[in-house]
Nanobody, 114 residues
Framework: QVQLVESGGGLVQAGGSLRLACAAS????????IGWYRQAQGKQRELVAV??????NYSDSVKGRFTISRDNAKNTVSLQMNSLKPEDTAVYYC?????????WGQGTQVTVSS
């Protein structure tokens, strides 16, 4: 089992920045992919950015604005979000893929006002 705890969400004006963090505990060994998804109200959950086998991947909607980073020693993953837009408003979830199983955090709300 892997437990994930997110932090760093909040309310920010358009053009501002936020940094999300996710700490993995339990048994983090064997994690293949770690990253972030988001779900806006009334919409499906979507990939934001993940690191898979050391390679970052971003959705087209956040490329150039968001940066994902992973600290293997601390078992954490962070998401630096710059130039935020109202359409980035969503609940952001940390995700881990480990031995074919998906683990999710509880989510953290990000709200971008126009």
């Amino acid at each position: 089992q892997v437990q994930l705890v997110e932090s760093g969400g909040g309310l920010v004006q358009a053009g501002g920045s936020l940094r999300l963090a996710c700490a993995a505990s339990g048994n983090p060994f064997g994690i293949k992919t770690i990253g972030w998804y988001r779900q806006a109200q009334g919409k499906q959950r979507e990939l934001v950015a993940v690191i898979s086998s050391g390679t970052p991947n971003y959705s087209d909607s956040v490329k150039g604005r968001f940066t994902i980073s992973r600290d293997n020693a601390k078992n954490t993953v962070s998401l630096q979000m710059n130039s935020l837009k109202p359409e980035d408003t969503a609940v952001y979830y940390c995700n881990v893929l480990r031995y074919g199983l998906n683990f999710w955090g509880q989510g953290t709300q990000v709200t971008v006002s126009s």
